[in-house]
């Protein structure tokens, strides 16, 4: 079974930093893109920043110039570092992937618990 495995929230002041990590475990055939997606107090789930297998990159306005997504394709990690946050960076942050459970089947999405980030003085 696919798991996905958040670390790193927690409370930060403003113009702080913070590095969450993800690791995905069990049994699967190949991870394709990934990424870390948010969810702000009253607002829908947004996307953050997505790579690639390749290792392209794509990041949300908002984030630009700020946030570091990275990956370790033999780890199976991917990496969200977090630098001069806000406090409208507040949200539970969720790592996802996109995972073929074996050669068979197509990707399927894949999600992790989530982990709090709190912007705050």
């Known amino acids: 079974q696919v798991q996905l495995v958040e670390s790193g929230g927690g409370l930060v002041q403003p113009g702080g930093s913070l590095r969450l990590s993800c690791v995905v475990s069990?049994?699967?055939?190949?991870?394709?893109?990934m990424g870390w997606y948010r969810r702000a107090p009253g607002k829908q789930r947004e996307p953050v920043a997505i790579?690639?297998?390749?290792?392209?990159?794509n990041y949300a306005d908002s984030v630009k110039g700020r946030f570091t997504i990275s990956r370790d394709n033999a780890k199976n990690t991917v990496s969200l570092e977090m630098n001069t946050l806000k406090p409208e960076d507040t949200a539970v942050y969720y790592c996802?992937?996109?995972?073929?459970?074996?050669?068979?089947?197509?990707?399927?999405?894949?999600w992790g618990q989530g982990t709090q980030v709190t912007v705050s003085s």
């Open positions: 996802n992937a996109e995972i073929k459970a074996n050669w068979r089947r197509g990707f399927n999405d894949y």
């Open positions: 069990g049994t699967f055939y190949n991870i394709n893109n």
């Open positions: 790579i690639t297998s390749a290792g392209s990159t």
